[in-house]
Structure formats: structure tokens, C-alpha cells
């Protein structure tokens, strides 16, 4: 079946820092993936999306690429605020009846000022 | 716009009452979820509507009872609920169901039962 392999927290980095979230996964077929963000006390937010090899998602500063030949779309930040600290969740949506995005665990993001 | 609205945003419930959650989404979008989200864990899928039907029960206790009364609209009755149902409930839509599709998230009813 499909899973999402996301590296655990917590990841705490200075204010200007320069931020990567690794996330894997294993799916049927091609997926779309999916980069969201959930800040403390609120619902998930969709920060970036990709639907099919070497597509590069963006919004906010953050980017990643989806990546088919390593089963890979990092999350990646050139200089992170405090205001980005947020838990980050990769997902995946492969389709077909299943209806459902399969989560990764979730990386608790801090930023330090 | 890409807004599903919730509420209300926070409830407290005992075990012997009866409530619902509401959630709403005026993007035109089919396909409504339920997901269930205990902290520090991913959300897990409840339930999804597809053109107002049900296509998915993720073996969820009958103690929770989705409805959805038109296209936008997506209810979720709670009767007898436990302590460990104390979790954030989210709502998601999506254009359809089945495909590839993004699903947008609301914000979230956090439930305590007591």
C-alpha cells in the first residue's frame, strides 16, 4: 500500500536558517503530492502541491520537486522566520478508490529568533 | 478561493450528550471528509462524500453519524461519545473524489469529552 516516510522532529533552527524536511514514499503508480502545514492550534494549510515527475512546487519561500527516480519530495526553505514554525506534513494521493491522502508522521518545525 | 469553514471551533461535551459539527465549502467542490486528529499524530479519514453520498466509512462506531444535506453543507452528529473521541475534527473537500485531487482543509473543531 501507499506510505509517506517523513524524517521525525523535532528540527529547531535559528531565525535566517536555511531548512530541509526529507519526505519518501512508496504508491501505485504516479500520486500527486502534497506539502502541508499545520500552525499551533489551527487546521492543516496547503502549502505546496506537485502532480507529476520534476514538477517544482513553491508558495512562500518554500519549494520542493517532486522527484520519481528516488521517490522523493523534499521540503526545502533558503532562509526560515519564526513565523514558519508550524508542524509540516507530506502526503501523497495516488488515486483510484481509495479517496484517502496517506499522511507522513509530521516534522515539528521551531524557529528561534 | 479556497475556504472550508467549521464550527463551532471549539466543544465540550459529556458522555450522555448530543451535538453536531458543521462544516461548509462554497467552492463547488463533490467530494467532503471527515478526518479525525489526535495531537502530535497525522489526521486519519473518517468518512467521505462523494455528490452527497456516502462512498467511505473508515469502520468509524455509529457513536458518530455524518450527514451531508446538499453539495456544500457536511454535518457530523455525536452522541455517547467517550473521552478518547476528544480530538480536533477536520473538514477537507476536494473537487471530486477518486482522482488525484487536492483536498483543502478547514480549520478544525477541537472536541474535549468529559
Known amino acids: 500500500g501507499d506510505s509517506v516516510t517523513q524524517m521525525e522532529g523535532p528540527v529547531t533552527l535559528s531565525e535566517e536558517a536555511f531548512l530541509t524536511i526529507n519526505c519518501t514514499y512508496t504508491?501505485?503508480?504516479?500520486?500527486?503530492l502534497f506539502w502541508y502545514v499545520q500552525y499551533p492550534g489551527e487546521g492543516l494549510q496547503l502549502l505546496l502541491k506537485a502532480t507529476k515527475a520534476d514538477d517544482k512546487g513553491s508558495n512562500k519561500g518554500f519549494e520542493a520537486t517532486y522527484r520519481k527516480e528516488t521517490t522523493s519530495f523534499h521540503l526545502e526553505k533558503g532562509s526560515v522566520q519564526v513565523s514558519d514554525s508550524a508542524v509540516y506534513f507530506c502526503a501523497l494521493n495516488s488515486g483510484g478508490s481509495n479517496y484517502k491522502l496517506t499522511f507522513g508522521k509530521g516534522t515539528l518545525l521551531t524557529v528561534n529568533p | 478561493d479556497t475556504e472550508v469553514t467549521q464550527t463551532p471551533k471549539h466543544l465540550v461535551m459529556g458522555m450522555t450528550n448530543k451535538k453536531s459539527l458543521k462544516c461548509e465549502q462554497h467552492?463547488?467542490?463533490?467530494?467532503m471528509y471527515w478526518y479525525k486528529q489526535k495531537a502530535k499524530k497525522p489526521p486519519e479519514l473518517m468518512f467521505v462524500y462523494s455528490y452527497e453520498k456516502l462512498s467511505i466509512n473508515e469502520s468509524v462506531p455509529s457513536r458518530f453519524s455524518p450527514e451531508c444535506p446538499n453539495s456544500s453543507l457536511l454535518n457530523l452528529h455525536l452522541h455517547a461519545l467517550q473521552p478518547e473521541d476528544s480530538a480536533l475534527y477536520l473538514c477537507?473537500?476536494?473537487?471530486?473524489?477518486?482522482?488525484?485531487?487536492?483536498?483543502?482543509f478547514g480549520p478544525g473543531t477541537r472536541l474535549l469529552v468529559l
Open positions: 477537507a473537500s476536494s473537487q471530486e473524489a477518486g482522482g488525484k485531487e487536492t483536498q483543502y
Open positions: 504508491a501505485t503508480g504516479y500520486p500527486s
Open positions: 467552492m463547488g467542490h463533490r467530494a
